[in-house]
Structures are given as structure tokens and as C-alpha cells.
């Protein structure tokens, strides 16, 4: 978790209590794509740009114990959602552009980003670790399972179930 990160938003937004467990703020973030890692967060309150911590600077110690599925799957959502947005915006995407991409991921979350379409990837995983406690090993396990999801569905549906499958299905 990034501290720093967390003050500056909570300067600028509202967190409104949904559950016990969970808070929400209202804030819109638009990513740098020239620059890894920048991000510019824009609220009614005002905005900042913040330059995120390497994912390796983002690790809890050991494992928390304390994530909870939900807490795993809002990971999962993220990571689909940052595939989702990067098929949107840009052509010739495959499953196994995907696949190879998560499968680096999966070994070594905190690896050089080498192309465009990891660089996006690994910017919503920058954003959630910064707001989220989570281990590495915690960040490998929701790789994995993202990874063993585009795998399936592109065995089942072809060149592009997976990407198929989450744009009908990740808001």
C-alpha cells in the first residue's frame, strides 16, 4: 500500500462507507501513457498527478491472511478491466498476446514492462497495490487466475474467447 498515495486522495475525495468492510470514493484517473506509472486523479474537490511506487516497492511483508475472495476478486476485476479497456482502444489484441503477458506477470510481477499492452496492465496493478495491502505471492495467486481463465477460454472459443468473454462480461 502506498500511503502517500492514499492521503493525497483522501485530501481531495469522499469516501462513503457501502459495508462495513468497504468504502468507495468518487474520482475519475487517467493514466499517463508516455510515462510509467504517472497518473493524474480528478474529483470535485480538485486533482493531483501522483507517480506511482514499482510493484516491488508496493508488497506487504508476508502474506496478510486478512484478503478475503472479495477483496482477491476486486484484483481479478481490475486486471480484466485494464485488458478490457486496452482491446477497446487498441486493434489486433489476441488471447495469446494476453496469455503470454500474464504468464510474465504470473513469474514476476515486478518485471521490466518491455511493451505497450504490459505497461497498461501493469499500471492497474500499480494503482490497486497502491490502495491495497496485498503480498506477492497474494499478486501472483490473482494473475493466475486470470491467466487460467484466458487459457480456458481460448481452448473453448478460439483465437478470441477470452477477450470475447470479458468484454461481455467485465463492466
Do not use: C
Not at 482477491?72 to 478490457?84: D, H, N, W
Amino acid at each position: 500500500m502506498d500511503n502517500e498515495f492514499l492521503e493525497k486522495l483522501e485530501a481531495i475525495s469522499i469516501f462513503e462507507k457501502i459495508s462495513d468492510n468497504e468504502e468507495q470514493a468518487g474520482y475519475s484517473a487517467s493514466f499517463n501513457r508516455e510515462t510509467d506509472g504517472l497518473i493524474k486523479i480528478t474529483t470535485d474537490k480538485g486533482e493531483f498527478v501522483y507517480q506511482f511506487k514499482p510493484v516491488q516497492e508496493l508488497y506487504v511483508g508476508e502474506e496478510s491472511g486478512k484478503n478475503t475472495e472479495e477483496e482477491l476478486l476486486s484484483l481479478l476485476y481490475q486486471i480484466e478491466r485494464a485488458i478490457k479497456e486496452y482491446d477497446i482502444n487498441n486493434e489486433g489484441l489476441t488471447d495469446s498476446s494476453v496469455i503470454m503477458v500474464l504468464e510474465k506477470l504470473s513469474m514476476k510481477p515486478e518485471a521490466p514492462v518491455h511493451d505497450e499492452f504490459m505497461k497498461w496492465v501493469t499500471d492497474y496493478i500499480r494503482m490497486f497495490m497502491s490502495m491495497n495491502n496485498l503480498s506477492r505471492n497474494e499478486l501472483r495467486q490473482g494473475i493466475n487466475r486470470i491467466l487460467r481463465s484466458a487459457r480456458r477460454y481460448n481452448k473453448l472459443s478460439g483465437i478470441r474467447g477470452y477477450l470475447n468473454f470479458i468484454r461481455e462480461n467485465v463492466p
